[in-house]
């Protein structure tokens, strides 16, 4: 065997290891009373933000306790959000979690990032005065709350949602290697939950991870694509392995090169983007792009 060791899914795509901790979040957000003000860390955001936005608009500033200014906004945003139910302040410690920052593209500290139905709407940096922070607060609430779902009623005790026992199963699957066994038991789940992104995307992810097959892989499929530039499948096993090593930016810049002379590097590029949030900044860019080079 090869350097060219079995990874896990990071820098953004659906980690593995880590989906029983989200949906463990997106239970935790629906069982929990509401609270206007958080903290999200990489394990929670999904779920504790951008999932909440689907409801209500989402405040979700990224600062740091380095900075007097960040600080100041911090306890403006807290003091304003406290007792009311038309928004929510999530913040994010920058320096506790950095990779955070690094997927939202933040260029100074503090950035405040608006939510409304999993999207990015508006944003801007640096503190701002009390007045112009409730205007464009309110301004928020008022436009964009009414298109959005609302909030739902307090759960009750009691009414917590047992964990999906299949999720651990796909999870043991995995661990020896079964990635058939797993991709029925993630089939199972969304027969039942059609909806469910995080479970599509951790199909998706285990197809690529079976196509890969890293366990009996003989070499690097990224040096194997060095040294053979010309060889289409080279190529796109060296970008399923770059996703897979945490730099999807490569894999995408990998097939983009590819798009407008070889069909099946577009096919690649779409199904990779699956594997993500469709607001990573990242594959908003890569589909802008894709538009770009493909018309």
Known sequence: MADFQEPQFTGG??????????????????????????????????????????????????????????????????????????????????????????MLGVRALPTVV????????????????????????DSLVSNIGPQLQGLSEEPQAGEEEQEDPRLAAATDALNVGSFDAAIALYDEILADDPTNKEIAQAKATVGVLKRLDPQNRETDPIQDAETDPENLQKQLDAADAEVVAGVPERAFERLLALVKTQPEAKTRLLELFGLFDAADPRVIEARTKLASALF
């Open 114 to 137: 608006a939510l409304a139905a999993g999207r990015p709407v508006a944003e801007f940096e640096g503190n701002q005065p009390r007045e112009q922070l409730i205007q464009w607060v």
């Open 13 to 102: 795509a659906v980690d593995l290891g880590a989906l029983a901790q989200q949906a463990e979040a997106r239970k935790e957000m629906e069982s929990s009373a509401f609270q206007p003000f958080i903290t999200v860390t990489e394990r929670d955001i999904e779920a504790q933000a951008f999932q909440r936005s689907l409801q209500i608009p989402v405040v979700l500033m990224i600062g740091t306790s380095r900075s007097p200014d960040s600080e100041s906004l911090k306890a403006t945003l807290r003091e304003l959000a406290a007792g009311q139910r038309g928004y929510l302040v999530a913040y994010v410690d920058a320096d506790a979690t950095p990779e955070v920052a690094q």
